[in-house]
């Protein structure tokens, strides 16, 4: 069944209210995004900027969403292609108009009952940030016109991190929560590992990977928003795990 699809959330849960997904369509459209045909001067003079001040940032290629769609748990959307340049320019923005972003939170369990986020490396767009290993949607994790969340998430944990996600118990379904036009869709994916020992397992990938995107792995116990310098998109996941998730058997 469809519905109609628009860049408001005037009909989904309140902004930073975590709720289910059993469904996820996400389409990506052919041809440049109408946000960077509008503004692509100002894309141009901004990203300048931001190599002036950070000369290590690649204007790779990425997914931005232009109108999404929310009815009984199933999320569908439709994209383009963008560059990484496009995507900075628009997070910038007050209202964020013209687009809305997707993106995917493994959420890495241990069998101590915590949870593995990571921290930005300084030569980074996020440096020094700490949040779930994850990078927005990119061209490789689309297929026959479609994103695979999981496939992003499986790619990204073992980029960053080393970990097979494969290795880990996968929750069902995804959760997700939105805000200024973000939208986190997670997962739940539990490791029997201890936090220590998947902490170790990270560093000892960081000794031998190619891109040194992260400056190490962070444990985290508790939902205090205060304990690490948390990208907001890790708020609601937090307040929801500690507090107020069913317990999972």
Request: hydrophobic residues 45%; charged residues 25%.
């Amino acid at each position: 069944m469809r519905f109609p699809l628009s860049e408001d959330f005037q009909d989904w849960p309140a902004e930073q209210a975590v709720f289910a997904i059993d469904e996820v369509e996400i389409a990506v459209l052919s041809g440049d995004h109408p946000l960077y045909i509008a503004e692509r001067e100002a894309i141009a003079e901004n990203w300048a900027l931001e190599v002036a001040a950070n000369p290590d940032l690649f204007n790779g290629r990425m997914l931005l969403q232009a109108r999404i769609g929310l009815s009984r748990r199933r999320m569908v959307s439709q994209g383009h292609e963008i560059s990484f340049a496009t995507f900075l320019w628009w997070r910038k923005q007050a209202e964020r108009r013209g687009g809305v972003h997707i993106y995917a939170y493994p959420v890495l369990e241990t069998s101590d009952g915590a949870l593995v986020a990571i921290r930005m490396g300084s030569h980074t767009a996020n440096a020094g940030m700490v949040y779930f290993a994850c990078g927005s949607f990119e061209p490789v994790d689309v297929a026959g016109g479609f994103c695979d969340p999981d496939h992003n998430m499986r790619r990204e944990v073992l980029e960053e991190t080393g970990l097979d996600l494969s290795d880990a118990q996968a929750e069902p379904g995804y959760h997700a929560a939105h805000f200024r036009r973000a939208v986190t869709l997670f997962r739940i994916y539990r490791f029997d590992l201890t936090a220590q020992e998947l902490s170790a397992r990270i560093e000892a990938h960081m000794q031998v990977a190619e891109d040194k995107e992260i400056a190490g792995p962070v444990i985290i116990r508790s939902a205090d928003p205060q304990a690490h310098p948390y990208n907001v998109g890790m708020l609601p996941v937090l307040d929801w795990y500690f507090r107020d998730r069913p317990s999972y058997g």
